[in-house]
Structures are given as structure tokens and as C-alpha cells.
């Protein structure tokens, strides 16, 4: 369905499309209790997501120090991968999907969709790591070898190419000002049907692009440094994350 011209929706009339909202969140929504049986689990999951949460941002500190790139920067590192109440909000969106699928502009639907893409893809990976971290507090030593030994290279691949969709999608969505009206004029219906928090978690993605004033070079910076990271560790080369190496200089761009 088109509104002002702007397709709305997940293309929803081509076959096998209907429905991927929602089998995207039945899988996030089971992830969350992938260590329900085994506490100690559950706590080295959360200590894991947290240190790497300080990691990404600790890695990105120069773009966060850039009033150009901050709000990006925390919108990925502190909001798309660790922020709010996951459980309060998976359980509004499993209520509310498909009103959603039929609301949102297409292209924003498709950030959002990415989103959850990419959170499933991270927590099985962070499952996997659990399993086979080695004891004691957290390190970069440990975590490194926690990251080579549950393997899947491809798929780390995957999670750092989904940052770089994600963050095309909302890039495009700002680019058109008629996309951006109709996300805004969302907001009343979403909040109506249950899920505005969802809805201000996407326009504060879309804020945050809007902010840059185009996004290509935070996306390969963010593609670069993570890829190259990626490949220390699975090298097993110390310092993988350089943080021991001359500290990067802001761009003032």
C-alpha cells in the first residue's frame, strides 16, 4: 500500500514476506531464557553483554567525543545492543507486530526489522561465548579466547555487516523528508496500539542519522575497526582491540 506515494509496509503482497516481524521476535524472545535453567550462566551472560557494551564504546570513544557521530554512537552501543527493558519491550511487540508491519513506511520497517536481526544474531552469539569463556573476571585476554574457541566466523561477519545495513536503511529513511513525516506521523497510532516505545526507540535511530548529515563514513569506520578487530582475535593476536596502541584523534568533521 502506498500513502503520498511512499510504500508502506513490509512488501507484504510478495510471497514468504508476511510474518518475518514476528518469527524475528518469537526467536529474540526465546533467546532471553536460553540460560534459564542455569543461573551462573545467566550471570556471566549479563556480566559478558555489559564489558562488551564498555568495549564497543571504549573502541568508538573518538566518535562519541565528535558531536557530529554521538548520538550514533550511543544509539548503536548503548541502545540498539543493551538498552531498555528487552522483556517489557518483546513482549509489546509480539502483541503488536503485524499492526506495525502494516503501519510503518517500508524502509523503516525494514531498519527496524534488521534490528531485531541483528539482536538475535548477537545473543546467540553471546550465548556461545558463555559456554565456552574461560573462568574469572573478565578480561580482554579471556574474552578474546572465549570468541575464538565458540567460533562462527561467518556469522561475526554477519553481525558486523548488519550494523552497516542498519545503519543505510535509517540514512535513507532521513534522506527522504516524506518518509521521515510519515514515521513521525506514526507516532499517535503506535502509542495507541502498544508499541510506542518501540516507535521512539526507531525515530531516536532516525534522530541520531538526521544529526549526521550523512552517514557513510561512520558506517566504514564502524565496518572497519570492528572487521579488523574480528581478525585479531580469531588470530589470536595480542591487543586485538589496540588499546594499547597510540590513542585515535577525534575528526572534527
Do not use: C
Not at 564489558?51 to 554521538?70: E, G, I, V
Not at 569463556?133 to 585476554?141: C, K, N, Q
Request: charged share 35%.
Amino acid at each position: 500500500m502506498k500513502i503520498l506515494g511512499v510504500e508502506v509496509g513490509d512488501e507484504r503482497h510478495k510471497p514468504g514476506r508476511r510474518g518475518e516481524l514476528g518469527r524475528l521476535l518469537e526467536r529474540n524472545a526465546a533467546l532471553r531464557d536460553v540460560y534459564a535453567d542455569s543461573p551462573e550462566s545467566r550471570r556471566r551472560l549479563e556480566a559478558l553483554q555489559k564489558w562488551q557494551t564498555k568495549r564497543l564504546l571504549r573502541s568508538h570513544a573518538d566518535l562519541r567525543a565528535n558531536p557530529r557521530y554521538r548520538m550514533a554512537v550511543e544509539f548503536f552501543f548503548k541502545e540498539l545492543y543493551s538498552g531498555g527493558d528487552p522483556r517489557a519491550r518483546d513482549r509489546d511487540l509480539q502483541r503488536v507486530h503485524h499492526v506495525m508491519e502494516r503501519l510503518l513506511p517500508a524502509e523503516a520497517l525494514r531498519a527496524l526489522m534488521l534490528a531485531i536481526e541483528l539482536e538475535v544474531l548477537s545473543q546467540e552469539l553471546d550465548a556461545d561465548v558463555v559456554r565456552v569463556l574461560p573462568s574469572g573476571p573478565l578480561t580482554v585476554g579471556r574474552y578474546a579466547e572465549g570468541y575464538r574457541s565458540a567460533g562462527r566466523p561467518a556469522d561475526r561477519g554477519r553481525q558486523i555487516e548488519l550494523l552497516g545495513e542498519i545503519g543505510r536503511y535509517l540514512d535513507r529513511v532521513v534522506r527522504k523528508p516524506i518518509i521521515r513525516t510519515l514515521v513521525r506521523f506514526a507516532r499517535g497510532p503506535a502509542h495507541a496500539a502498544g508499541f510506542g516505545s518501540m516507535q521512539e526507540f526507531l525515530e531516536r535511530g532516525l534522530d541520531a542519522f538526521e544529526a549526521m548529515h550523512g552517514a557513510d563514513e561512520f558506517i566504514a569506520i564502524l565496518r572497519d575497526r570492528e572487521t579488523r578487530a574480528m581478525q585479531r582475535m580469531f588470530a589470536g593476536t595480542p591487543d586485538p582491540f589496540e588499546f594499547d596502541s597510540t590513542p585515535r584523534t577525534p575528526s572534527r568533521k
